[in-house]
């Protein structure tokens, strides 16, 4: 995967515990801002599902069954 590079500023204390922790785990800062993203953005996964559930379960958000979608589309699947 392409690398991007992104400007990010952190508050000092932020920053040096930054240091500390991937000095311990002996990996780069880098690794241990991409593992930390990682983990919380398969934490808001879960959020953003449970969110879409409550949405459905209160009829703010349809759900519709594939067959339906198929046949709408026209598609043979």
Same mark, same amino acid.
């Given at each position: 995967?392409?690398?991007?590079?992104?400007?990010?500023?952190?508050?000092?204390?932020?920053?040096?515990?930054?240091?500390?922790?991937?000095?311990?785990?002996?990996?780069?800062? *880098? $690794?241990?801002?991409?593992? /930390?993203? #990682?983990?919380?953005?398969?934490?808001?996964?879960?959020?953003?599902?449970?969110?879409?559930?409550?949405?459905?379960?209160?009829? *703010? $958000?349809?759900?519709?069954? /594939?067959? #339906?979608?198929?046949?709408?589309?026209?598609?043979?699947?």
């Amino acid at each position: 995967m392409p690398t991007v590079k992104k400007l990010v500023s952190f508050d000092s204390m932020v920053a040096e515990e930054l240091e500390m922790v991937s000095a311990a785990l002996n990996i780069t800062q *880098k $690794e241990l801002i991409e593992r /930390a993203l #990682d983990y919380y953005f398969d934490h808001t996964d879960i959020i953003i599902a449970q969110k879409i559930s409550k949405d459905v379960e209160d009829g *703010k $958000e349809s759900v519709y069954d /594939a067959k #339906d979608v198929f046949s709408e589309l026209e598609l043979d699947v």
